[in-house]
């Protein structure tokens, strides 16, 4: 079609313009018919109303909080290489289930296989929507009518309120609770697999991401898990891929679980490994090869985009030093002093702002008591208020958020490239605060 042909298309501005004032006259009768008007009888300007119903409701935000995984924003941003095989995939067709040298049908499992095989060392792998779909996919292969094993210190709820009681449930596995909140033995997990004998299923390990326990603790390590017989699920969480990352440390690397001899290791494709949202699963040929097998596969198997940038986001870790660069998650946790500071500056300059000592975090559920010390500008919000200067920032396009804290709106720098930074320097200076 050419470019004539699709101008052609475009709706007239009549049609268009009708189409968008009826929903808004229609909604505005049901607020007013329905007793729930919000305007309390004040004026209504139906053609701001009807200007913000055109605009897009999923959209750019500057991310100024200091949270680098914000799951409330997206979580990690796509590296160029990533963005870039979305956008090549997502224009036409694509081989998703065919293989191209036979010609008949393939798997979409394939794309990433191999990839995840190199950089884990694992025998099998395969990729779903998300990590509780892993989870959840993996308890309900292994364990189905069957139990499964749990230290009660990881019972834990992740976010929106998913428990992992519930997820067993789900999965149609009983949960066998061992130990106690703070110290969980050997000991425990041995006793209850000789007293569940062929009922148990699984043992699942799972990381609490979100939170951790300190003081009189005891929890036992995944390579004691897997030496007791029984076939492991071990729930890493964030996808930390990368031995060799010291500021990580806190979060379990995927491989160390595959040479321990988890039967299955689960983690996301986006938090720390730095990619699209995804539930990754890696272990033996014959736990993979029944998650693959098992309704639930279907059901929450991953789509073509996400396979893309899931794809080119492995390809980098082939080479770590260059992963850290080019995935904007890693480069964050990374950040050195000078480019933040020079960035803060440059804000607080085109501001009018203030460089204070400030701390941003990893966010995603990860690495909940790490702290990432550096500078944050903080603006003075005038009469109005820092709630309503946040307020007046977020309906921008694109939108800037940030956090208050001590009646001033501050805006990190970690969280934001120089072009971000750029951005929301003019955000702020168009808003008026005199």
Same mark, same amino acid.
């Given at each position: 079609?050419?470019?004539?042909?699709?101008?052609?298309?475009?709706?007239?501005?009549?049609?268009?313009?009708?189409?968008?004032?009826?929903?808004?006259?229609?909604?505005?009768?049901?607020?007013?018919?329905?007793?729930?008007?919000?305007?309390?009888?004040?004026?209504?300007?139906?053609?701001?109303?009807?200007?913000?119903?055109?605009?897009?409701?999923?959209?750019?935000?500057?991310?100024?909080?200091?949270?680098? #995984?914000?799951?409330?924003?997206?979580?990690?941003?796509?590296?160029?290489?990533?963005?870039?095989?979305?956008?090549?995939?997502?224009?036409?067709?694509?081989?998703?289930?065919?293989?191209?040298?036979?010609?008949?049908?393939?798997?979409? =499992?394939?794309? #990433?296989?191999?990839?995840?095989?190199?950089?884990?060392?694992?025998?099998?792998?395969?990729?779903?929507?998300?990590?509780?779909?892993?989870?959840?996919?993996?308890?309900?292969? $292994?364990?189905?009518?069957?139990?499964?094993?749990?230290?009660?210190?990881?019972?834990?709820?992740?976010?929106?309120?998913?428990?992992?009681?519930?997820?067993?449930?789900?999965?149609?596995?009983?949960?066998?609770?061992?130990?106690?909140?703070?110290?969980?033995?050997?000991?425990?997990?041995?006793?209850?697999?000789?007293?569940? /004998?062929?009922?148990?299923?699984?043992?699942?390990?799972? =990381?609490?991401?979100?939170?951790?326990?300190? /003081?009189?603790?005891?929890?036992?390590?995944?390579?004691?898990?897997?030496? $007791?017989?029984?076939?492991?699920?071990?729930?890493?969480?964030?996808?930390? $891929? /990368?031995?060799?990352?010291?500021?990580?440390?806190?979060?379990?690397?995927?491989?160390?679980?595959?040479?321990?001899?988890?039967?299955?290791?689960?983690?996301?494709?986006?938090?720390?490994?730095?990619?699209?949202?995804?539930?990754?699963?890696?272990?033996?040929?014959?736990?993979? /090869?029944?998650?693959?097998? =098992?309704?639930?596969?279907?059901? #929450?198997?991953?789509?073509? $985009?996400?396979?893309?940038?899931?794809?080119?986001?492995?390809?980098?870790?082939?080479?770590?030093?260059?992963?850290?660069?080019?995935?904007?998650?890693?480069?964050?946790?990374?950040?050195?002093?000078?480019?933040?500071?020079?960035?803060?500056?440059?804000?607080?300059?085109?501001?009018?702002?203030?460089?204070?000592?400030?701390?941003?975090?990893?966010?995603?559920?990860?690495?909940?008591?790490?702290?990432?010390?550096?500078?944050?500008?903080?603006?003075?919000?005038?009469?109005?208020?820092?709630?309503?200067?946040?307020?007046?920032?977020?309906?921008?396009?694109?939108?800037?958020?940030?956090?208050? =804290?001590?009646?001033?709106?501050?805006?990190?720098?970690?969280?934001?490239?120089?072009?971000?930074?750029?951005?929301?320097?003019?955000?702020?200076?168009?808003?008026?605060?005199?």
């Amino acid at each position: 079609m050419s470019n004539r042909d699709r101008l052609r298309d475009l709706p007239s501005v009549d049609r268009l313009a009708t189409a968008v004032a009826r929903a808004e006259l229609e909604a505005r009768r049901e607020e007013i018919l329905g007793g729930g008007d919000p305007t309390d009888g004040a004026a209504v300007d139906l053609v701001a109303r009807a200007r913000a119903r055109l605009r897009p409701h999923l959209r750019r935000v500057l991310n100024a909080t200091g949270v680098v #995984v914000h799951t409330n924003l997206g979580r990690a941003p796509l590296a160029v290489e990533a963005q870039a095989a979305v956008a090549a995939i997502a224009a036409g067709y694509c081989n998703l289930e065919l293989d191209l040298s036979s010609g008949e049908r393939g798997s979409r =499992h394939d794309h #990433v296989e191999a990839l995840l095989l190199e950089l884990t060392g694992a025998q099998a792998a395969m990729a779903v929507n998300n990590c509780a779909a892993a989870v959840l996919l993996a308890c309900a292969a $292994l364990a189905g009518g069957r139990d499964t094993v749990v230290s009660r210190g990881q019972l834990i709820e992740i976010g929106g309120g998913f428990r992992i009681p519930e997820v067993l449930q789900a999965a149609g596995t009983r949960l066998v609770e061992v130990g106690t909140t703070n110290r969980t033995r050997r000991a425990d997990y041995a006793s209850a697999l000789a007293a569940g /004998g062929e009922r148990i299923g699984a043992i699942l390990r799972a =990381h609490p991401s979100n939170f951790r326990t300190v /003081g009189f603790v005891e929890e036992v390590e995944i390579e004691e898990l897997c030496d $007791l017989g029984a076939s492991v699920i071990d729930d890493v969480g964030s996808g930390v $891929l /990368g031995d060799d990352l010291d500021l990580l440390a806190g979060e379990p690397p995927v491989r160390r679980s595959v040479r321990a001899g988890a039967a299955l290791t689960t983690f996301s494709g986006d938090k720390l490994l730095g990619g699209p949202q995804a539930g990754l699963l890696v272990g033996t040929r014959e736990a993979v /090869g029944a998650c693959r097998r =098992h309704p639930l596969a279907r059901a #929450v198997r991953i789509d073509k $985009l996400s396979l893309a940038a899931l794809e080119a986001t492995l390809a980098l870790y082939r080479d770590p030093a260059a992963a850290r660069r080019a995935l904007p998650a890693l480069a964050m946790l990374h950040a050195g002093d000078a480019t933040l500071s020079r960035r803060a500056n440059e804000l607080a300059d085109a501001t009018g702002g203030t460089v204070v000592a400030s701390t941003a975090r990893v966010g995603g559920g990860a690495l909940p008591l790490l702290e990432l010390p550096g500078p944050a500008v903080a603006i003075d919000p005038g009469p109005a208020g820092a709630d309503a200067l946040a307020a007046h920032l977020r309906a921008g396009d694109p939108a800037v958020v940030g956090r208050i =804290h001590d009646g001033r709106l501050l805006l990190d720098p970690r969280t934001l490239t120089d072009d971000d930074a750029r951005d929301v320097a003019r955000a702020v200076c168009a808003v008026p605060r005199t």
